[in-house]
């Protein structure tokens, strides 16, 4: 019997944060300190840094001409997964096996440089993904018609529009020829008709017999290009299965979280374990000052968000707010955008937020708090409302997010004389 | 399906060994690299080219009015603006190659956090750029020669092995530099001290036919000032250089080298988690 072409077993990927937390590099000056320090220390407290499993026990085959589309929400190890295959990061245990050339594209026009010309990029990038010269030479005029540049490929890049460049950068990706290619999330950039274009060139490197494995957050695609799927949640599997059967579990589970949420939520004593500051509880309010989890389009909401814990210092709270389909809308800090810090006696947060300009849908919040040497507490899920109304225009056309977009901007449309 | 071709991913322990198949493999690379360096740079300045003609010119005059003309240090010979500047061509090849394959890791981050490829390839063909900016400016000496009527004597067919021997050292160092800091970034702190104080050790603004006989074999434990000697002597044909002194540099860079190839190799591993 045949090989799997690709063959993961045991995979996981370990990431430690730094004591400091706060701090992103190390200084080789800390660490010779640090050493010192430790010289004259008698007892030397392992001070345990916090380590996060991004990819854990992960084990899957995957066959020669497979399909694969991988999905999850944000921080569920799917990039993870793609930069262990790619070579990129190495893993923490387990092993993976993969018999033949692999390309992948975790972003478009990696290696771009602004200055060179289009000409320029497209063999220094196409050399950076792995091509040689005399197979970018002869498929140079390939990649210059399908990125539909030809007039520009003497100036440099940064005169070229942003619509150009991710067709450039499109284009020259689209050409490598490799037995199995691993796409992440790349479809996200241009505009609607480049993006139908790349997905079609996506489906005809499909059906070419080729393997792929595809990260997207776009349902729609997964099920048009891929045969089975991967759902990953905190980066271990949770199901798999063909494509269809996978996205509409995945979404059927998007809403339940949604169902089992309410105004007030308090946190489990289980959930802050061990944490030294924290969120306790969350409410939500409108307005009015009533309690709320719907919204119209353009409504105000007011958090008071219940704190715990020493912060050892000041502090200052964030928020994020995904989608439905996990996608990350917006984020609001109070110490980078607002320079508003806290002082540690503070117990109890107001986070006003709004006009919400959002399209009809449901959203998730995430809340965060940082102190001055580290992110004591990341609260996923922390509440959920959703806009029941989006009606901004002279019309009663509701605009829902997931077929119009998770904002929408002012706009008018009239006839040029 | 090509069965023959089986890549295992694993963490990986110990030490690493070079994987010079996989090298050879990416051998493009390592020019187009050095050539979007070149190309960038010189499409951003506005003298361009003039760059890196006018940088050794001008040290050179100072240095030749200070040493030469005011400090009356010996010249061996030959004119002090053909001593300096046969010095500082080989010194400015290792000093600027160095620096930027310092650099080369973490300014290339975001390269190495989407693609693979051979990470040697980064501070290599940053030595490379800078080995084309040396030729330029080797260009400047010819001129100088005709000019003061200088003739290059039979020991320039040894020129090509001291090359070689700046171009390994100046890699060498940037291996473990580079490597350094990714993982470290106060390590950018510490190279133009490293340069600055390496210029005043080596025998760039004087002949090293100053230092005493007793420190002479300590003093070639640097491996720049066996090349530089062995620059002028291929060039200038002024004293046979110390042989035993530029082996002991030779060996000196091919430790270094050695184990900065190796140390290089043990971190690339984390370079995408550190950068």
Redesign the interface.
Known sequence: MEKPIISVKNLGKRYLLGMGGGERYRALRDVMANTVKNLFKRDIKNENPREIWALKDVTFDIWAGEKVGIIGRNGAGKSTLLKILSEITEPTEGEAYIHGRVASLLEVGTGFHPELTGKENIFMNGAILGMRRAEIKKKFDEIVAFAEIERFLDTPVKRYSSGMYVRLAFSVAAHLEPEILMVDEVLAVGDIAFQKKCLGKMSEVAKGGRTVIFVSHNMGAIRSLCQTAIRLDKGQITQKGTADEVVRNYEGQQVRILDESSYIIERSPDEVKGKSFYVNRVEMLNEKGEHAMAFRYNDKMTLIVDLAGEPGGYFFPEFHIYNELGQFVACGTAGPYHGKYFSSKVRKVRIEIGPLTITSGQYIILLSLVTRSDRTDTWENAAVFTIVECQPFATTWDIPTFREGVCVLQQSFSEVE | ???E????????HGLIGVDFNELWR?R??FW?LAL?DI??RY??TVIGIAWSILQPLFTMVVFSVIFGNLGKFPSDGVPYPILTFAALLPWQFFAHSMSASSQSIVGSA????????PRLIIPTSAVISGTIDFCISFVILIGMMVWYKIVPTANIVYLPLFVLLTFTAALAVGLWLSA?NA?????FYVVPFLVQAGQYISPVAYSSSIIPEKWKLLYSLNPMAGVIDGFRWCILGTATPNWTGIIISAVSVLVIFIGGLLYFRKME??F???I
């Open positions: 399906m090509n069965t071709h089986v890549k295992v991913i694993r963490k990986r990416y493009e690379l187009f979007r190309l960038v499409k951003q975001s390269i190495i956090s989407k693609v693979y490829f350094l993982e470290f970034r106060d390590v591993r984390t995408a988690d550190v």
